[in-house]
């Protein structure tokens, strides 16, 4: 917990990414499995504690410490947890601290009930700055300017290893990413996703500028309209049919309608949309469908969603993506045509 | 009657030579980047020094002209504080890596822009709360005091017995409420136009 602590605590206060960079790696060379797997996790968001944070502290501050003196430190400081973190009265000296691999375990398998007595207790064996990067962690927000991507360009600089590769393996790893660390640091083999149902970074959409336009060879590029929609990744592998976000996260659950018509064997990228006939519907529409974790009957009949293809990364066991895209796109048409998948579309040049 | 600079109860400066071993990972972290510290110019500049030498850190210090003064005072009463040169006359290389002291008025001013990519720090007790460092455009807090934090406060207004605690020089009212609500008489005493004095 120290360490992360300490990693967290520079973070915050430095501003220059490349100085973020650098605090980073050496946390990560100098830090043993799998502690540096959870601060990994923690600061790309793959940790989550569902807990009733708020009311836990003001029950355990409340006994301890005299609400006036609470008060005005707490306007003072202009941050909760940083206020508790900072008069926290229970310090036992020369007491074991707690490694940052017992609280993720033990917020991770440890009952609900049990969380104010096992937080009290760290609490006593961590310093300022540990009682300060626990109570972060457990609000799950570290806000100390660190983004996913970020954190994977530390991981390929200090390893030596393509940014993209590590893209491409990432969403087949669970915290707290131990095969991962084990492939980067020479010891194991390259994690493989194989054909497990697992979002693959596809190639993202940027803005052109007016100015770019005079400098592009219009032979060079073939054109897709900007649907009112969301991009997502659609596919079918290992029998598992899925729809995932284009940052990966898996909404397979809010459009059933979509997923269950994929055919096996795929990986497609296109536009979510909903549509009535062959009407796009406004994006306030699919926004219906996007709020909820599951969906009504009565909303999949007002709201039916569709895919609008625009490409095909894998095909059964062939990966599409070193072929150009007019190779894969020739491939999506011919298995369209062939298929024919419900609630989906390909728009052809007239 | 009490000074109360750091009155309130998240004021608790823990161990100064934890933040020294920060300062120096930090010049091991970062040694192309010269560490500016602001420290006052009488006491903390020595102390700082003094314990940087005690942590085995040998290497010259840099300092504003503004801080030789007092060093030399000290060295004239056999305070030994080691290999100390002038940064206004040192070359920008020579301070890659190096620890420069500085009034804490000048670390973000014109004068730390001859340093090669200053890394700037301040080591007061008032880098304990984070508000207070970021407004300062600080990245190395290093929380190092010379005044009573709350406990030495507490402690020592029981230690003395006193009846009536009068309370000036900083934040009066959570100590005047400590003082009132363990029995004892107590007033916020105001210094006309001494309030804040170290801020």
């Known amino acids: ?350 | 009657m009490t000074e109360a600079t750091f009155a309130l109860p998240v004021f608790s400066h823990g161990d100064a030579g934890g933040e020294v071993a920060k300062l120096l990972r930090s010049l091991r972290q970062f040694p192309e980047r010269a560490h500016v510290i602001g420290v006052y110019g009488l006491g903390k500049c020595q102390r700082l020094i003094a314990m940087l030498r005690a942590a085995g850190y040998h290497e010259p210090i840099y300092l504003h002209g503004a801080l030789a003064t007092c060093c030399e005072v000290y060295e004239s009463f056999g305070v030994r504080l080691g290999a100390l040169k002038a940064a206004t006359s040192a070359s920008r290389d020579e301070m890659k890596g190096a620890i420069v002291l500085a009034p804490p008025s000048a670390i973000a001013d014109r004068w730390s822009r001859r340093l090669p990519d200053a890394l700037t720090g301040f080591a007061s007790g008032w880098m304990r709360v984070r508000a207070r460092a970021r407004q300062r455009g600080v990245e190395l807090p290093l929380v190092i005091s010379d005044h009573a934090d709350w406990n030495e406060l507490t402690r020592t207004i029981k230690e003395t017995g006193a009846g009536e605690i009068w309370v000036t020089h900083g934040r009066e009212d959570a100590l005047l409420h400590h003082i009132q609500s363990t029995g004892r008489r107590g007033r916020a005493l105001a210094l006309i136009g001494r309030e804040d004095e170290d801020q």
Request: hydrophobic residues 40%; aromatic residues 8%.
């Open chain 1, 1 to 350: 917990m120290k360490d992360f602590a300490e990693l967290l605590d520079r973070l915050a206060y430095t501003p220059s990414r490349n100085d973020k960079l650098r605090l980073l790696a050496d946390y990560f060379a100098s830090t043993p499995d799998p502690d540096r797997g959870w601060a990994l996790a923690a600061l790309t968001d793959g940790l989550f504690f569902r807990l009733p944070l708020r009311r836990i502290l003001t029950e355990l501050i409340e006994p301890r410490v005299d609400p006036v003196l609470f008060g005005l430190s707490r306007d003072y400081v202009g941050d909760t947890t940083e206020t508790i973190a900072l008069l926290w009265p229970g310090s036992e000296e020369g007491a074991e601290p707690p490694r940052l691999d017992d609280v993720v375990e033990a917020l991770r398998l440890g009952a609900a009930t049990e969380v104010p007595a096992l937080l009290s207790h760290w609490l006593d064996r961590l310093d300022t700055n540990g009682r300060w990067a626990l109570l972060k962690l457990m609000t799950g927000a570290l806000r100390v300017g660190i983004s996913a991507r970020l954190a994977k360009t530390t991981l390929a600089q200090w390893s030596g290893t393509p940014l993209a590769d590590i893209e491409e393996v990432w969403h087949g790893l669970r915290p707290p990413y131990l095969a991962l660390f084990n492939w980067l640091s020479g010891q194991g083999k390259r994690p493989e996703a194989g054909n497990r149902p697992i979002f693959r970074p596809l190639m993202l959409s940027h803005q052109i500028e007016d100015k770019d336009l005079a400098a592009i060879d219009p032979a060079d590029f073939t054109a897709e309209w900007k649907w009112d929609g969301i991009r997502v990744q659609a596919s079918n592998q290992g029998g598992e049919p899925r729809l995932f976000s284009r940052t990966g996260d898996d909404i397979s659950r809010s459009f059933p309608d979509v997923v269950e018509g994929l055919p096996p064997g795929v990986v497609l990228d296109g536009e979510l949309l909903v549509m009535r006939g062959n009407e796009v519907a406004p994006f306030n529409d699919l926004q219906q469908r996007l709020k909820r974790k599951s969906v009504t009957a009565s909303m999949l009949k007002s709201f039916p969603a569709h895919i609008r293809l625009y490409d095909m990364l894998f095909e059964g066991a062939d990966d599409l993506r070193p072929l150009p895209f007019t190779d894969r796109r020739a491939r999506l048409e011919a298995w369209h045509d062939a298929a024919k998948p419900p609630r989906t579309d390909i728009v052809r040049p007239a």
